[in-house]
C-alpha cells in the first residue's frame, strides 16, 4: 500500500516546552490508522505539529510523496489535508449549511456535490441544515465538524477525538461514518481516548507514551495485545 502520510524521526511542542520525540508513522492511502495513549502522551500535540499549529523542532512529513516539512496550514489545507480539533470545530452562531459552506471556502467552482456528498454521509445534517449550529447535540456537532472538512475536498483527514465526551450510541455513529469516509477513499490519521471503539474501527494503531511511539501493530493484534493496559498506564517493560 503506498504511503499518503510519513513522518520520520519527528520531535516538536509547543515553542520551548519540548513534547514528541524521534517519532515515526506512516499511514497508508485509504487507511484508517489510530493513535492511542494515555492522557498527556502527545497523541494532539502530534496532529498540530503535522498541520503547522505547533512547532517542529527536527525530523521530516512527507505528503503524497511531497516534503511538506514545516509547510503553513493554509498550504496544506490546499493541498487536501483538514484537520478537526477536538473542541471549537464549528461556528454556533451559523446555522449548519453556512457552517459546510465555509469548509469550501478554498473552492472555486460549484459546490453543490460537494454538499451532497457530505448530506449523503450525514442525513440527519441535510434534514436541519437551516438550524443554528447551537442547537446541536454534542454528536451531531461532530458530524457537523466532520462534514465541513469534507467539504475542503480532503484526500487526508486528521482526527483529533471525534468521540471525545459522546455516548455510546454517537461512538458508535462517529466511527461507522469514518470508515464509510475511508471507503469512498479518504486516509484518516486519528487521534482517541475511546481505544477499543477506535481500533475495532481502523487498520493499524500505534501507541504513544511520554511522548514517543512505544508500540504499533495492526489494530487487531493490539486488541488481543496484554501489553496495553501496561502502555497506558506510561509504564512499558524494558
Do not use: W
Not at 454534542?138 to 462534514?147: D, F, I, N, T, Y
Amino acid at each position: 500500500m503506498k504511503d499518503i502520510l510519513r513522518v520520520d524521526n519527528l520531535s516538536g511542542g509547543y515553542g520551548s516546552i519540548h513534547i514528541l520525540y524521534d517519532i515515526s508513522l506512516h499511514l497508508g492511502k485509504q487507511e484508517i490508522v489510530t493513535i492511542i495513549g494515555p492522557n498527556g502522551s502527545g497523541k494532539s500535540t502530534f496532529l498540530k505539529v503535522i498541520f503547522g499549529l505547533a512547532t517542529l523542532y527536527e525530523g521530516t512529513v512527507s505528503y503524497d510523496d511531497q516534503d511538506v516539512t514545516n509547510f503553513r496550514t493554509d498550504e496544506l489545507v490546499k493541498m487536501g489535508i483538514s484537520y478537526v480539533p477536538q473542541v471549537e470545530n464549528v461556528f454556533p452562531n451559523l446555522t449548519i449549511r453556512e457552517n459546510l459552506e465555509i469548509g469550501a471556502y478554498r473552492i472555486d467552482d460549484d459546490i453543490s456535490d460537494d454538499m451532497e456528498f457530505v448530506f449523503s454521509i450525514f442525513p440527519e445534517l441535510k434534514r436541519r441544515q437551516y438550524d443554528l449550529t447551537a442547537t446541536l447535540s454534542g454528536g451531531q456537532r461532530q458530524m457537523l465538524a466532520l462534514g465541513r472538512a469534507l467539504m475542503g475536498r480532503p484526500k487526508l483527514l486528521l482526527l483529533d477525538e471525534p468521540t471525545a465526551a459522546l455516548s455510546p450510541a454517537y461512538i458508535k455513529l462517529i466511527l461507522e461514518k469514518i470508515r464509510e469516509l475511508r471507503d469512498n477513499g479518504v486516509s484518516i490519521l486519528l487521534v482517541e481516548q475511546n481505544a477499543r471503539s477506535a481500533l475495532l474501527s481502523s487498520d493499524r494503531g500505534y501507541i504513544f507514551a511520554s511522548g514517543r511511539v512505544v508500540h504499533q501493530a495492526k489494530a487487531k493484534s493490539l486488541l488481543n495485545d496484554p501489553k496495553v493496559n501496561e502502555y497506558f498506564l506510561g509504564v512499558v517493560s524494558e
